[in-house]
């Protein structure tokens, strides 16, 4: 089904955190539909129904209750009916072990969540307008992190 827009889903379970990412969505005035999550389990629930619209790109918290956004992450990576989705790790952790952990899994893409409202703009922009379909050809570990 072709939409006229990119559909976005957050999960995270930080209720700022959430307003914080649709409010940036909202003032960057671009054809986005964003839903958000607050457990990587409401999300896998939703994912796996039948008729669920699926993202174009998946923003992950890594700490969430009930299910990890690592443990989505697997869940997704091993299901061929999400092969097409972007999921762009969206963290406070900064940890080497946890870049890795999220790049050899799959991930497309490392966010370190900004404290910033303008850098979070900046990078959620850059993560909407990025070709992924080019962009994951030659995924390497240098541009997977992404620095403002």
Known sequence: MATDYTHIILADDDEDDRLFFTDAFDELKMTT???TYNDGAYLMDYLN???AILPNILFLDLNMPR???MECLKEIKENPRFKDIVIAIYSTSA???DIENTFV???NIYIKKPSSF???KKALSNVVT???Q???NGLNKDNFLLRL
């Open 33 to 35: 539909k964003v839903s």
């Open 130 to 132: 990025t070709n992924w």
């Open 95 to 97: 940890s080497e072990e």
């Open 118 to 120: 303008k850098v979070l």
């Open 49 to 51: 129904q039948e008729d």
């Open 105 to 107: 899994k799959g991930a």
């Open 67 to 69: 299910k990890s956004g």
């Open 134 to 136: 080019y962009h994951t």
